[in-house]
């Protein structure tokens, strides 16, 4: 299976450098809404990494519910959005099992894992999220957790 | 002005008026943001020589300037007031998001004054701000309060007081994301104003002025912390990694009140025994790749359930060793009621400590304990006492008003066990042993402080920064040494970056984040200038409310009494010693002998007006 971004929710100190980074990286700005990585607190005790699992852990549903197909999976390991072909009908927001896909200024936003590079996993010394490779098993039930601890359906 | 909000958001509760100015490009240049915005505003909104609780006293919350663009360990915001404690400069600095995301909706600073009619909390969302009824939130406790503004207005970042804060207890603080504003009783302030909550929500772009530098710098500021030879046992350990090594090696843990040095029972207070039994993982601040909190789990016995983010150095000692408590969990128990209730750890466990010690001297008895048996150790009492302090109950509406009042009050000789600097209680460095630290408690414009400076981190190890081969049993050229510790200090406090990346920064790694965040260069010597004027704009205000030469004075336990045994036995501070430092200071100040700055060192520092 391809890399993707696996969270540990257990280590996640819950700083959201991981945020401030991901925004600064695509937008050249710093604001959490556009991060395509957020952190999901809960009291003192939870914080969660929430970030695309590009395929690996669910049926690729944005790609499918997509009605003009900007949703594509590119060379590489990334499912993509093209924004200029988005016509910001949400769809794919509520199709995501895993509720990764935001809007930002009326266009679908997700995880392009920076081709390859992610500087979320970078801005981490905690290792709370690793760029990983693997065969499924193991990176599902840390998503899987994740998006149970986070309170996703 | 890229780096900025841009605006400057003033509110009175009392008039319900809400206006904004922008921040003038001199502001900018001059202040950066934070403790500098802050101390500013406090100078020239405050109205000279009223009580802390006069509705007049303005509350100031300063993001520092980093907060929001991606520095490690730059996410520390400022509230800054009169001190109802001390009456003087209550600035007490915190890490929690809400200062980023007051700069997100477009504030480098609010300005808060006047009183409510009733209890309310501030909204801001962007630029709509509005007072809300707190009718129901009043009496609750922090992390209830949280929750039921968090249910109410979605998405927003809080920043409350508890009961602590509702009952002017005088050493209340603010909370926000779990981390406090403990110190100098900034809580009591919002109290006094019926001010439960702010909420912030900022959904505006941070735009620096170099977006690949900063990436870049701030990759590598993450990749230099973690790769230091410290990371891991500061990590894994948190703020009281040294605690066994100050006791051991240095004897100048305060212990019962200031009667010892040494902690004999330290062993489960000590980090290398508690976190890998109670941590279940660390816990940051808001943009900090070095997370010095634990998430402490008590899971079964009579604290099952507890979760906190601690246990941090200070309540280490205030809760336990002040104390005489070696019992980890109740500490961690009392920390909890102090961050619920919304008080200082370090303030509420010294005067718990203070009044231990009058219990054993006699002269407070049982009955003027409503019953409780207050022997140093008794950590059920200290529990019980915390609770009474935060309800102002019995002995606790004394102890509430801190220990240089209860003591006025207590009257019977008690002024001699009362250890505070200018109304301060001190943090866990026995200065007897540590004398430039001594000099930093007495210097400080918020009294016994020992992050004003960080003295202990250059005084206990011999070097830190230029400095090196630095004698702490000395009075030797500690005047030099803390002046300029304390203008290099307040630019953390100026730019919002935590003191525990002190030993990365310094002056000169600021120069190219602030240049890639505004786009303004400054020298090195140009940064230190700034620290040098907010150094001096604080003694301007102190001095205009009333604190003169004679509030220079350490407490009878440091200048009359020996530590009894460790490293540091037989040390403390003479009267001749401590006059002989504060002189040096003055002088390395450009103050006259009165701690007034003369008026060149006005003229030069650009504040004579």
Known sequence: MAKAIVPFPEICTGCRLCEMACSLKHENVLNAEKSRIRIVKKGVRLDVPIVCTQGNACEQEC???CPVDCIKVVEGPAIEVVEEECTGCEACVDACPFQCIWMKDEVAMKCDLCQGDPVCVKFCPQQAILYLEG???EREKKWKEAKALAGGE | MKGYGGKILNVDLGSRDVTTEPVSTEMAREYLGGSGFAVRLLFDRSVPNKDAFDPSNPLIMAPGLFNGYSVPTGGKVVFCTKSPLTGLMGDSVMGGSIGAELKHAGYDAVVITGRAPNPCYLLVKDDEVEMKDAGDLWGLDVPTTVEKIKSEEGNVRVACIGPAGENLVRFAGIDCDDRQSGRA?????????????????GTRD???????ALMKLNVEWVRKMSESPDYEADTKYGTGEF???INSEKGTFPTRNWREGVFDNRKEIDPYYWAPRYSKKNKACFSCPKPCGKLFVIESGKYAG??????EYETLYSLGGACGNGDVESVAKGNEICDAMGMDTISAGDVIAFAMDLYENGI???EDAGGLELEFGGSEAELALLEMIAKREGLGDVLAEGVKRAAEKIGKGSEKYAVHVKGMEPPAYDVRGIKGMALAF???TRGACHLRTCAYALELTGKFWKYQDVDRLSSEGKGIEIKELEDLVVMYDVLGVCKFSRGFFFASGFIELIKATTGSSYSEEEILWIGERVNNLKQLFVLREGMTREDYVLPEKITGVPIPEGESKGHLVTIEEMNKMLGDYFDARGWDQNAIPTNKKLEELGLKD
């Open chain 1, 63 to 65: 790609v499918e519910v």
């Open chain 1, 135 to 137: 065969s499924g098993d």
């Open chain 2, 185 to 201: 009783g900034a809580g009591a302030v919002m109290g006094s104003k019926n001010l439960k909550a702010i909420a912030v929500r």
């Open chain 2, 206 to 212: 941070l735009v620096p002025h170099d977006p690949t």
């Open chain 2, 243 to 245: 605690l066994d090594w």
């Open chain 2, 306 to 311: 507890l979760a906190i983010d601690g246990i």
């Open chain 2, 364 to 366: 407070i008895s049982k």
């Open chain 2, 442 to 444: 007495l210097t400080s």
